[in-house]
């Protein structure tokens, strides 16, 4: 493990959590399942039920426009898909509406929401900005990929007024609202590629950050590309296991918590700390590797103190079937993590790892991905998205010891073919929870259990999972 103060090494810490996932600490489920489901059936824990599903529509419903993430605003979810995004009313959960869909292509249209704007991804080089652009090859010196900003005042119609263009393009997108500037601040993730194109030029080890005025959202500008690694990021190379790990040329995803001025980063082959006091000049207090179990660091997801930060490992890149016997319980996993220190004197101490353990078929593919805290004051419980693993809420109140409290999945898509599907994000929101399915389209569920019973009456008017909110005050 290697740390911004002193450049720590990973091989103590990480042997010790070795150890503590051969106590076997870090994967009690909330049943034991011990069948793998038949194609498309359903199953789940008592605690959960499922409320509904809106299939994909119009040009969303083929294999190939996959359904990404969530933010929501007004009792609305604003899905993205990979030919664009839709907005879905959830004022009855029930009985979900579609409002509106925009045909609007360019990987992977990852969303997030401050006021009457929207932000979404761009991670494909194409022939211009336009929402009628076509795939671009990546070695074109004018091909476009960045970020899109969007007028969402009215649901029912989006209105495009921006694009700003982005080295390495937006595979995804954190918004921190300022109000002193009177603007959103949008952090783009993106990493390179292994061949050197020219408009993702290596060393990729920086971020980029646009600036959006609230009311001159037409002026959105590229204003910072900040370095993070200028001493290299992990280097990559074969894990124990035989896989390999990935090398650091970016970031996979930023999640600030805006009230603590801080934001954890997962870039591939490092998971990070940031002071984003100076939101246009964030800095690296703290930088960690897992050169044992980890492949690539993909997200993150503080707890409600702030005292913890549970990163993901995304193992084959979400297309592979890692939920299983011969990757074990600490492949393609959560990594708990609890932040030591006070103020921005901070570092990142290894507790255990956490990964669902009802094996999937080999068809299937399953890997820690997208999830959000389900507000409970005083504990830290999770809803996580694994995939074609289905859905899993886990407490991680105790570090050490996360156990799985409930869960929802449907068997594979096919038992010949492995086909990229299963829940990509799932989120709690307003009492419910809400997952953005990959082929199958938008899904519902009622989580009932006393143990999360006090969240349903939290409430937000807005809420984007990768720009945490604080809750019970």
């Known amino acids: 493990m290697k740390s911004r103060r002193g450049r720590r090494w990973s091989g103590v810490l990480v042997a010790a959590a070795a150890a503590v996932v051969a106590a076997g600490s870090a994967t009690a489920t909330a049943t034991a399942q011990t069948t793998i489901p038949g194609v498309d059936e359903i199953v789940h ?6 409320l509904a599903n809106l299939p994909k529509q119009g040009t969303f419903d083929n294999r190939s426009a996959l359904n990404s993430d969530i933010a929501f605003t007004k009792n609305h979810a604003i899905v993205g898909n990979y030919n664009g995004f839709a907005v879905y009313d959830i004022r009855k959960p029930q009985k979900p509406r579609l409002v509106s869909q925009v045909h609007c292509p360019g990987s992977q249209n990852d969303v997030s929401i401050s006021g009457n704007l929207l932000i979404t991804s761009t991670d494909q080089p194409r022939t211009d900005d336009s929402c009628s652009s076509q795939a671009s090859v990546a070695s074109n010196p004018t091909a476009w990929e960045g970020v899109r900003v969007w007028d969402i005042s009215d649901l029912a119609n989006p209105e495009y007024v921006a694009a700003v263009r982005t080295d390495c393009g937006s595979h995804t997108n954190t918004i921190v609202p300022d109000r002193k500037r009177g603007s959103v601040i949008v952090y783009v993730s993106s990493y390179s590629p292994a061949d050197n194109f020219p408009n993702c030029q290596p060393a990729h080890d920086k971020i980029s950050i ?22 290299g990021g992990n280097e990559g190379g074969p894990n124990p296991d035989g896989t390999r790990r ?3 040329t970016g970031c996979h995803d930023l999640t600030a918590y805006p009230e603590k001025n801080l934001m954890a980063g997962a870039c591939m082959g490092d998971g990070i700390l940031l ?3 100076d939101k246009l000049n964030p800095r690296v207090i703290e930088q960690v590797q897992d050169n044992v179990n ?3 660091w993909h997200s993150a997801t503080f707890n409600n103190a702030g005292t913890k930060v549970i990163f993901t490992d995304e193992l084959g890149g979400g297309g592979l079937a890692t939920c299983n016997e011969r990757f074990g319980p600490t492949r393609g996993a959560n990594g708990i993590y609890d932040i030591k220190g006070k103020g921005f004197d901070l570092s990142l101490e290894f507790q255990s790892y956490y990964k669902i353990s009802r094996h999937q078929a080999d068809t299937e593919n399953c890997v820690a991905h997208n999830g959000s805290l389900i507000p409970v004051k005083g504990r830290d419980i999770m809803v996580q998205a694994w995939y074609q693993g289905g859905i899993s809420v886990f407490d991680f109140t105790d570090s050490a010891n996360p156990k799985e409290i409930a869960y929802f999945e449907r068997g594979p898509l096919s038992t010949t073919e492995n086909i990229t599907g299963g829940s990509w994000s799932a989120y709690y929101y307003n009492g419910y929870i809400f997952s953005s399915d990959i082929q199958k389209g938008f899904d519902v569920l009622a989580l009932n259990d006393p143990r999360t019973a006090s969240a349903k009456s939290v409430r937000y008017d807005e809420f984007n ?3 945490q909110p604080r809750y019970g005050r």
Not at 45 to 50: C, D, E, G, Q
Not at 210 to 231: D, G, H, I, N, S
């Open 210 to 231: 646009v600036e959006v005025p609230v009311k001159k959202p037409e002026q959105a500008a590229l204003v910072a590309t900040p370095v993070l690694f200028p001493e």
């Open 275 to 277: 002071d984003i006091t």
């Open 465 to 467: 999972p990768q720009s």
């Open 246 to 248: 990935s090398a650091t």
């Open 294 to 296: 980890f492949a690539f």
């Open 45 to 50: 824990t008592s605690n959960i039920k499922h």
